[in-house]
């Protein structure tokens, strides 16, 4: 077990500061005792006592029985308390909302996705998302007072202090306060962040990167972009726009991408890209299962995955060539960045068991060998829900110190 230090001393600002490492040991820990709690905080036992009982009193933590005794009595064990209090996480996508509630456990404890929405004119978006808000809250009976607050997901550039989109492409937002509305209508603390750096903080606090220092999540969906984590941290750039790799530019003689270069990542390994290359195709009349869809134009990515999972040789070369684009900036990241880790995700999960392969094979002959001989490239096992998740999360983490 790792230990977190605590810090000695009596006033209000140091017992604030331990009532979070212990609520943080206890969930990495998920179940210890007092004694643990002591040993790995370095606080005496009277102490933590003290604390634990007032976190107790809030309804934090609880004690959920005994555990193995090394002599003598059985420890009482304790364990964040679910069900208690609450954050709420909201994604936006191009023609979709996906609003999500979790507990403080980590937990999602209800969600609902709404299609078909316009994002691209906020204010007439801010009057669909606060009733959608108010439902989930009134749906699950949650009191505002145990709601630590609200985590919004945008697939755009975030100002580095986290207040306002500066520009978010395809929503068609430039400078766009989001903030503001949300806090005129509730007193709870209100936070924006870029839908690929919500889903790196989502992988760090509960996927696959818990015990990652330095990693990298690329979410390949409408767009393409990247949350990374350099010595533990998320990090930003000077201006706060780390992390575009959807705009690696891997075909030179690629189509012209909306940021205004040609041949983009995003251009040849996004979802409209794929979608977009089989529609032409299909069209011009090849041999594939999808010259059955009655209306082509209406094809989806599930539609493609299906029938690469069936072994249609068009849908599975569609996959497997925007696989190989992934690889080649995959290969650029592992040279540059030197992660132990890189998590695939959103859209790419519905593919990846197909694809993973050809993306293994790209990044193993065109990355430097001693780099790739240490990463991991691997796909989100939680997939779609990871920004709205990562975004619920922002306000969880503060009540652990993080």
């Given at each position: 077990m790792k230990k977190i230090r605590a810090k000695a001393g009596n006033n209000s600002f140091l017992k604030e500061y331990n009532k979070k490492i212990i609520l943080d040991i206890i969930r990495i820990n998920k179940a210890i005792s007092r004694a643990e709690i002591s040993h790995l905080s370095g606080l005496s036992a009277t102490a933590v006592g003290g604390i634990a009982e007032s976190l107790i009193q809030e309804g934090?933590?609880?004690?959920?029985?005994?555990?193995?005794?090394?002599?003598?009595r059985?420890?009482?064990?304790?364990?964040?308390?679910?069900?208690?209090?609450?954050?709420?996480?909201?994604?936006?996508?191009?023609?979709?909302?996906?609003?999500?509630?979790m507990d403080i456990t980590g937990d999602v404890?209800?969600?609902?996705?709404?299609?078909?929405?316009?994002?691209s004119d906020w204010d007439k978006l801010s009057e669909v998302t606060l009733p959608l808000i108010n439902t989930i809250?009134?749906?699950?009976?949650?009191?505002?007072?145990?709601?630590?607050?609200?985590?919004?997901?945008?697939?755009?550039?975030?100002?580095?202090?986290?207040?306002?989109?500066?520009?978010?492409?395809?929503?068609?937002?430039?400078?766009?306060?989001i903030v503001d509305v949300f806090q005129k209508n509730w007193d709870i603390p209100v936070y924006i962040e870029n839908e690929a750096k919500c889903s790196a903080i989502c992988e760090n606090?509960?996927?696959?990167?818990?015990?990652?220092?330095?990693?990298?999540?690329?979410?390949?969906?409408?767009?393409?972009?990247?949350?990374?984590?350099?010595?533990?941290?998320l990090y930003r750039g000077a201006a706060g726009t780390a992390g575009e790799v959807g705009?690696?530019?891997?075909?030179?003689?690629?189509?012209?991408?909306?940021?205004?270069?040609?041949?983009?990542?995003?251009?040849?390994a996004s979802t409209p890209s794929i979608i977009n290359r089989c529609i032409k195709y299909v069209k011009q009349g090849v041999v594939s299962s999808l010259n059955q869809i009655e209306d082509i134009e209406k094809v989806t990515i599930d539609d493609i995955v299906k029938a690469a999972f069936h072994q249609d040789s068009f849908a599975l070369n569609l996959l497997n060539e925007s696989a190989r684009y992934i690889g080649i900036a995959v290969s650029n990241i592992v040279n540059t960045l030197n992660p132990s880790k890189i998590v695939l995700g959103k859209d790419f999960c519905k593919y990846a068991d197909v694809v993973m392969d050809v993306v293994e094979g790209v990044?193993?002959?065109?990355?430097?060998?001693?780099?790739?001989?240490?990463v991991d490239v691997v796909a989100s096992n939680i997939g779609q829900d990871s920004s709205a998740m990562g975004a619920a999360i922002i306000p969880v983490k503060k009540l652990f110190g993080k």
């Open positions: 934090y933590i609880y004690e959920i029985g005994s555990g193995e005794s090394s002599g003598g059985k420890p009482v064990l304790l364990a964040l308390k679910p069900m208690t209090f609450y954050s709420v996480g909201i994604d936006l996508d191009v023609d979709a909302l996906n609003v999500l509630l404890i209800d969600k609902s996705i709404y299609r078909n929405i316009s994002t809250l009134n749906k699950n009976n949650v009191n505002l007072s145990n709601l630590l607050g609200l985590g919004i997901s945008v697939p755009g550039f975030i100002d580095i202090e986290g207040k306002t989109v500066i520009m978010a492409p395809n929503l068609g937002w430039n400078y766009v306060d606090w509960i996927g696959q990167c818990t015990s990652d220092k330095d990693f990298v999540c690329i979410n390949i969906k409408t767009g393409i972009g990247a949350g990374i984590f350099a010595s533990g941290k705009h690696i530019v891997v075909d030179e003689g690629g189509a012209r991408c909306g940021c205004g270069n040609y041949g983009c990542l995003e251009t040849v990044v193993k002959a065109k990355a430097i060998q001693y780099a790739s001989a240490s």
